[in-house]
């Protein structure tokens, strides 16, 4: 049921594993390696075809520092914390909700309304394309940040709901019962007994959640256009515009955009792995 140990296995297998993993590494690391090495290029290395060289001389400083001053990237930054942030608020607040109201109250449309929340999940973002900017565009939500994170908060909240359910229906019951035994309403149950509970839940739920919005980039060029609305994923490449094949800013901003959802891993990383694992293990 569960994989051998690798301590446990045959010598051959071992030996095989250990030659075969730090490959596997090199290979899975390889991309942002050449991104990192292409951020501290000058431009004339592009021009010479000199990509997978040794720089003919670095120029990290002035890349990044070019990103930042002769660019619009500060704003595709602001605009991509303006989506993020709200959509995870929004998203985790209303799940906790929905969550709670299908994994406690018992009733007969529960396991329908269930299914209605996640179905959306399994439906192609690809043939709501069309539907979904037709519908912004006559609620005036187009190329609007608050169009963007009212689509997000839509679409991430059937994922977030099945989350949060499993996760409250692992929850020990008799907690609830002794709540309301004791004549403690509903709402009371739900904000100090049950939402203390799911803290590492909704910490692992949040780094998920905004490792995604800030990730987008199919429903940010499809929603967005234009500085005052898009987010960074979608303006690093305004510098194919703005500096030609720029691919040395192309590749500082792509490191930049990066930062702040691997930062938040580190910063929640010790909630995220007690969220995903807590009810593993009895």
């Keep these: 049921m569960f994989p051998t140990p690798i301590e446990r296995t045959s010598r051959p297998w071992q030996i095989t594993y250990q030659t ?13 390696i050449a991104v990192a090495i292409f951020s ?9 075809a000199n990509y997978w060289g040794w720089p003919s001389s670095f120029e990290g400083f002035t890349n990044y520092a070019l ?43 529960n396991i329908w309304l269930f299914f209605m929340f996640v179905a959306g999940n399994f439906v192609p973002f690809q043939i709501l394309m069309v539907p979904v900017r037709d519908l912004t565009l006559q609620m005036g939500l187009y190329n609007t940040i608050t169009g963007l994170v009212l689509f997000h908060i839509a679409f991430q909240t059937g994922f977030c709901t099945l989350f949060m359910r ?34 590492p839940a909704i910490a692992a739920l949040s780094v998920l959640i905004f490792t995604f919005i800030w ?11 234009g500085v005052e609305s898009q987010p960074v994923t979608a303006g690093i490449t305004s510098f194919n515009a703005q500096y030609r094949a720029a691919y040395h800013l ?6 930049v955009a990066a930062l702040p959802p691997v930062a938040m891993f580190f910063l929640m990383q010790r909630h995220f792995i007690a969220g995903l694992t807590l009810g593993a293990v009895k």
Excluded at 215 to 225: G, K, P, R, S
Excluded at 250 to 255: T, W
């Design 67 to 109: 990103v930042f001053t002769g660019s619009d990237m500060p704003q595709y930054l602001l605009n991509s914390f303006k989506i993020t942030i709200p959509t995870v608020i929004g998203a985790v607040g209303l799940s906790c909700m929905t969550g709670f109201a299908l994994g406690i109250y018992k009733f007969k449309a």
């Design 40 to 48: 501290v290029k000058p431009d004339s290395d592009f021009a010479n």
């Design 250 to 255: 192309m590749s500082a901003g792509s490191i």
């Design 20 to 32: 075969l993993l730090p490959l596997a590494l090199i290979l899975w690391l390889l991309p942002l």
């Design 215 to 225: 990730n987008d980039y199919f429903w940010a060029v499809v929603l967005t256009q």
């Design 166 to 199: 499993n996760f409250i229906r692992a929850l020990p019951f008799e907690l609830i019962e002794a709540a309301r035994v004791e004549g403690v309403s509903e709402w009371r149950i739900f904000w100090y007994v049950v939402l203390p509970l799911m803290k």
